[in-house]
């Protein structure tokens, strides 16, 4: 009998679902495809929001969007995503203010195939929930966040998240406590501060 190797859902620290999609980019105004190949040895986050033409959506875009010369800065490549489709994301872009010098490419999920793959498809409307999702430049996912609908994200602390993120991979077997920022104490996890972390902290 032949065996089928169906993909499997996103996981932390495990390697992230393969995929293919057609995309919008409001820089250029014109649509193509493409994959998760194209990331490879990137840092990038697909970030998902519910659909076009809502409400907290291009709150949450404006702010990503503004932050564009930072996660330049950083290597990292903003991929939004949702489940309308090419037509939407431009008609969206061109009649909301607030779409206004957005940048970034915006994956046209209509299929509903990323959304269930990384987990964040809601099956009874058949769109996506407001998820961000961090991987390396290994295809690694690094980072989950899933939010309630109503509430929109924030591009600061996604800018820290990663900046520790990437500290941490080029510092192997170190550790950032709470509300780590660059420049503040790292952790050196090991039996000798099990216990003991004030201590290690503030030495």
Same mark, same amino acid.
């Given at each position: 009998?032949?065996?089928?190797?169906? /993909?499997?859902?996103?996981?932390? !620290?495990?390697? %992230? /679902? %393969?995929?293919?999609? /057609? $995309? $919008? !980019?409001?820089?250029? !105004?014109?649509?193509?495809?493409?994959?998760s190949e194209d990331m490879a040895g990137k840092w990038h986050v697909v970030f998902f929001y519910p659909a076009d033409f809502t409400f907290v959506c291009p709150t949450e875009l404006k702010d990503m969007a503004e932050a564009k010369e930072k996660f330049d800065s950083m290597g990292v490549e903003i991929l939004a995503a949702s489940t309308d489709t090419v037509f939407s994301?431009? %008609?969206?872009?061109?009649s909301e203010k607030l779409m206004e010098n957005f940048k970034y490419k915006m994956l046209a999920d209509h299929g509903?195939?990323?959304s269930d793959l990384y987990n964040i498809l809601d099956d009874e409307s058949g769109i996506a929930g407001r998820g961000t999702f961090v991987i390396d430049p290994d295809g690694v996912c690094r980072g989950i966040e899933v939010t309630s609908g109503p509430l929109g994200r924030n591009s600061d602390e996604l800018v820290r998240k990663i900046e520790a993120l990437q500290f941490m991979r080029e510092n192997p077997g170190t550790a950032c406590p709470a509300k780590w920022a660059?420049? %503040?104490?790292?952790?050196?996890?090991?039996i000798k501060i099990a216990g003991e972390v004030y201590e290690a902290l503030n030495d």
């Open positions: 009998m032949e065996e089928f190797n169906l /993909p499997q859902q996103i996981k932390i !620290d495990t390697e %992230a /679902p %393969a995929w293919e999609l /057609p $995309y $919008y !980019d409001p820089e250029t !105004d014109t649509d193509s495809k493409m994959s994301h431009r %008609a969206w872009v061109r509903l195939i990323l660059i420049g %503040a104490k790292t952790l050196t996890p090991n």
